[in-house]
């Protein structure tokens, strides 16, 4: 296609002329908002006239007419000039006598922001009360009658952006706003954002929805019911969001919108530049609320908000706001419910007040001894209200979130209950009150939940069948064992058969067949299959009889007792393990008693040694029922007596084999002619060798009869005590070297001492603890003493004696062996 350029004089191109045609459509449009906003104004300057000069309307309008024609000045100003004389000031000037002069002078004045007006030129033609007006302020003059043009404009605005609109663009004495937000407020104590002016549309989205949170200020404005001025320096650290958009501004208003005694919403108007100092100017833009908000009322028309409802027993006929629907809702709930309004005083939340009630808390009420008409959340329940509900409820009013508490407790010492009660409550927002719900638990229902949570314990649900019923009525604990912990509601009856092992079936068909027609009581114990598969389950029901004896319904009990058998299975597997350890200890015990009395020497083979005398013993802890590993032995050997005293760790028959190893190896070595030391040292090294599990405690001495000396060695063994011939008693001295098999290179010494004729000298064991505990040094502490001073108390020729004071001053335990050996050099 080829362009072809208008030609000179013709038509535009079809887009222009659609732009051309939209901004006329728009320039008319606008033009018939503006004669409907300026038609109420001048409307109200008509009826000013028609009353003060008792002319008809229609002469009112023609007055309007040619007092615009003489002054040259626009009708709708002409208009608000006569309605800003009515405001209320007591200087108002007296419509009938407003000359044109004087007329001119007021719209100056209001068109150039309360500047100086033009003098008129003949000032002996102005009546004196004029000149009493003209002494009037006249920033006042304009401010009144910007007030009443406002106010006009906003009750003739037909939407809510409309009224921002006004707000934002009409022509006043005081600096056009750069942004004004309109808020409606919500039954969950949120704002939603309803109409905007200089907000641009991303910023009014996500202002859509104001939650109540206290950082912001036109939240604390609404929930305080305040009007705030704030400045971009001075609020910041109270509101962070100053400086964002929609809150961006030298100056921000934030007010609550309020119509009689109900917070409707929200207004927020911010200036980029801040406002002309003085508290008149802010006294009339705050004034300018009360218009908006009659408005913003009017526009509600049939939303939630606007609909009233009249309290139940009120004379005075008094309207309380909420939805029109509610007071029927509330009659219909079959718990208690009430809706309550706060009562404050100086600022503070102190109260709530019962606005309307459905019957069944009426009768709480009544039963507290609270008149129903007269009734406060701290006069029904004063202990309960002031702990927890009152700050609960004053909390849903703050944030808006639902509030759910349970098992509340009345106490009839503290509140105006009858009796104790369990209460569940839930409260809600609406708007600037509280809807509340409350549920007292019966007796029933407190069994019922005592009821579940003991089947829940146990592992046991209950049942009811009535046979004319094609599905028994299970509780939920036996739903739960049956599905598993899956959402259900029932068992499926058809499902029976198949959760009962193929095996135990026929059992089970047996016993309810004998239960539904015969009338007898039913205990089985199940395998499970199918759903429940793995488990064993315990049936016990009973029939439930008619008057003929018929059996009409069946009740019972499932109780899974799966983990019970399983535990009696491993109860049962660990008596038989644990009886089978006691016959294999005994035996052992048995087999280490005997092993123990053939590796001790006899009382006649002990006599027979040359140049000494001997005696010894070993005592076995009888309490824990066991043999420890201890031994004594005396042997002859060339030129004198070899004497040992041993004591292996740990103890049965394990112990006293070794026991038994070491008392060969100490023979063996003895008949080599070694000495004490070199024979530990040699033994040692075989244990380490061998033995490994195994340590032991043990003395070796040597006896030469000729020359009465005593040569020996000890490995982790106490020092031998030695008694004179009258009684007194020394400890010896010499080296006491770690016990045989803990360390290989353990090089061992001997110690010889020559003992005279009377002498006695005491070999002892004891200082092994069992298990893992370390060995007692009997060198230290007072027993050791009492030893070497037994001579003062006992016979030393008393063996017996002997053994009971070691035992007894050594304090040894009764589950500790003792291992004794004492020999005298006649």
């Known amino acids: 296609m080829v362009d072809r350029a208008p030609a000179e004089g013709g038509s535009a191109e079809p887009a ?26 001048i409307e109200q300057a008509k009826g000013v ?37 009515t405001s209320p000031d007591p200087n108002a000037p007296d419509v009938v006598n407003l000359i044109d002069d004087e007329l001119r002078q007021h719209v100056a004045r209001n068109r150039t922001d309360g500047s100086t007006a033009k003098k008129p030129e003949k000032p002996d033609l102005v009546p004196q009360n004029a000149r009493k007006r003209a002494s009037r302020p006249p920033e006042v003059e304009a401010l009144q009658s910007q007030h009443q043009l406002l106010g006009a404009r906003i009750a003739a605005a037909r939407s809510y952006d409309e009224i921002c609109d006004v707000l934002g663009t009409a022509p006043t004495a005081w600096p056009a706003p750069s942004s004004v937000l309109l808020t409606l407020l919500d039954p969950d104590g949120a704002q939603r954002g309803v109409g905007t002016y200089g907000v641009p549309g991303e910023v009014r989205s996500r202002w859509s929805r104001i939650p109540p949170d206290p950082g912001v200020p036109l939240v604390v404005a609404v929930q305080d019911a305040e009007t705030l001025w704030l400045s971009a320096q001075t609020g910041l650290a109270r509101f962070p969001v100053l400086g964002h958009p929609p809150f961006s501004g030298d100056t921000l208003l934030a007010s609550p919108l309020i119509s009689g005694e109900r917070v409707i919403g929200g207004i927020l108007m911010t200036w980029a530049e801040g406002l002309p100092a003085g508290e008149e100017l802010r006294r009339y833009v705050s004034a300018l609320l009360e218009p908006v908000a009659r408005q913003v009322d009017a526009l509600i028309g049939d939303e939630i908000a606007s609909a009233w409802f009249h309290v139940a027993g009120e004379e005075s006929g008094q309207a309380a706001p909420a939805q029109v629907w509610l007071p029927t809702v509330i009659d219909a709930l079959h718990d208690p419910g009430a809706l309550l309004s706060p009562v404050h005083e100086d600022g503070q939340l102190v109260d709530f007040r019962v606005e309307y009630a459905n019957a069944l808390a009426r009768q ?27 700050p609960e409820f004053a909390r849903v009013l703050q944030d808006g979130r639902p509030r759910r508490l349970d098992g509340l407790r009345a106490d009839p010492r503290t509140d105006g209950v009858p009796g104790p009660q369990t209460l569940s409550v839930h409260a ?67 499902e029976l058969a198949d959760s009962v092992h193929p095996d135990d079936l026929l059992a089970v068909q047996d016993a309810v067949r004998r239960t539904i027609v015969e009338g007898k009581q039913l205990l089985a114990e199940v395998r499970g299959a199918g759903r429940v598969s793995g488990r064993r389950l315990r049936l016990a029901a009973e ?10 319904a069946v009740r019972g009990t499932v109780q899974d007792v799966t983990e019970e058998r399983a535990i009696e299975a491993r109860l049962r597997r660990a008596e038989e393990a644990l009886a089978a350890q006691r016959h294999r200890l ?29 005696c010894g013993r070993c005592r076995s802890p009888e309490r824990v029922g066991t043999v420890d590993g201890d031994w004594y032995d005396a042997c002859s050997v060339p030129d004198g007596t070899i004497l040992v005293l041993g004591d292996v760790d740990e103890r049965g028959l394990s112990s006293m084999t070794t026991a038994a190893r070491l008392r060969y190896a100490v023979r063996a070595y003895a008949v080599l002619d070694m000495p004490p030391g070199d024979i530990l040292t040699a033994v040692n090294g075989m244990l380490c060798a061998m033995e490994v599990e195994h340590t032991a405690c043990l003395v070796v ?57 009377g002498d006695r000298v ?65």
Not at 19 to 31: D, I, Q, Y
Not at 589 to 607: S, V
Not at 814 to 820: A, G, I, N, R
């Open 701 to 757: 001495a040597r006896y030469t009869p000729s020359t009465r000396e005593l040569r020996w060695a000890a490995a982790g063994q106490v020092a031998p005590v030695r008694y004179d011939a009258a009684g007194a008693g020394t400890v010896l001295t010499g080296p006491l070297g770690l016990p045989l098999g803990e360390v290989a290179e353990m090089r061992y010494t001997d110690t010889a001492v020559t003992l005279t004729p």
């Open 428 to 494: 809600v927002r609406l708007w600037d009150r509280v809807f509340a719900v409350w549920r007292v638990a019966t007796e029933a229902d407190l069994l019922y939940d005592q009821l579940l949570q003991a089947e829940r314990i146990a592992g046991v649900g209950s049942f009811c069948w009535e046979l004319r019923d094609p599905e028994p009525r299970c509780s939920p604990e036996l739903v739960r064992l049956f599905h598993r912990g899956r959402d259900a509601a029932t068992i499926p009856v058809d």
């Open 543 to 552: 029939p439930i009889l008619d008057d003929t004896g018929n059996v009409t």
């Open 49 to 85: 006239l028609v009353e003060r000069l008792g002319i008809t309307p229609d002469q009112g309008f023609d007055q309007l007419v040619r007092l615009s024609q003489r002054t040259n000045i626009k009708l709708i100003e002409v208009a608000a000039a006569i309605v800003g004389t």
């Open 762 to 826: 005491l070999f002892y064991t004891g200082g092994q603890y069992a298990g893992t505990r370390p060995r007692s040094d009997r060198r230290r502490g007072g027993g050791l003493d009492l030893v070497r001073r037994a001579a003062e108390t006992i016979d030393l020729t008393d063996f017996d004696a002997v053994i009971t004071h070691l035992v007894t001053s050594l304090n040894v335990p009764d589950d500790e062996d003792v291992c004794t050996m004492l020999i005298h050099v006649p």
């Open 364 to 390: 709480i009420f009544s039963g507290a001894r609270v008149d129903p008409d007269e009734a406060t959340l701290l006069a029904a329940y004063p202990a309960l209200g002031s702990a927890t509900l009152l």
């Open 586 to 614: 005994a035996d052992e015990r048995r087999a280490a008693e005997a092993l123990q009395k053939a590796l001790l020497p006899t009382d006649p083979e002990l006599g027979h040694l040359e140049g000494v005398e001997l």
């Open 16 to 41: 222009e002329a659609l732009a051309a045609l939209v901004a006329k459509l728009r320039a008319e449009l606008t033009g018939v908002r503006t004669a409907m906003r300026n038609r109420a104004v």
